[in-house]
């Protein structure tokens, strides 16, 4: 069993940064694939950024791609998530999910376990 757990949210201007961190329980956290998705009300949840078990392979999606880095600590069981240049359309709340099976993907519906969430709002 594995418990995540995101903080770091707020509220920022357009242009600014925030960095989102996920703590992980769990020994086998270096063997899971990470992602970070998120959603906004009435959006459904949408792929933001997942990362390998070692780190060392990412995939972004468009809307974020050189904006945003994610990354991982596996020592201390941490994930995160750098945002810069934020727009106000990446306000949404901000979940990450780990997948116990191997693999990164980018459909969150292969991942097994969620954290609860930390809110991002982007103001104009």
């Known amino acids: 069993q594995v418990q995540l757990v995101e903080s770091g949210g707020g509220l920022v201007q357009a242009g600014g940064s925030l960095r989102l961190s996920c703590a992980a329980s769990?020994?086998?956290?270096?063997?899971?694939?990470m992602g970070w998705f998120r959603q906004s009300p009435g959006q459904e949840r949408e792929f933001v950024a997942s990362?390998?078990?070692?780190?060392?392979?990412?995939y972004y999606a468009d809307s974020v791609k050189g904006r945003f880095t994610t990354s991982r600590d596996n020592a201390k069981k941490m994930m995160y998530l750098q945002m810069n240049s934020l727009k106000p359309e990446d306000t949404a709340v901000y979940y990450c999910?780990?997948?116990?099976?191997?693999?990164?993907?980018?459909?969150?519906?292969?991942?097994?376990?969620w954290g609860q969430g930390t809110q991002v709002t982007v103001s104009s």
């Open positions: 999910a780990a997948r116990g099976r191997g693999g990164f993907p980018l459909d969150g519906s292969l991942y097994t376990y």
């Open positions: 769990g020994r086998l956290f270096s063997t899971y694939g």
């Open positions: 990362i390998s078990a070692s780190g060392s392979t990412t």
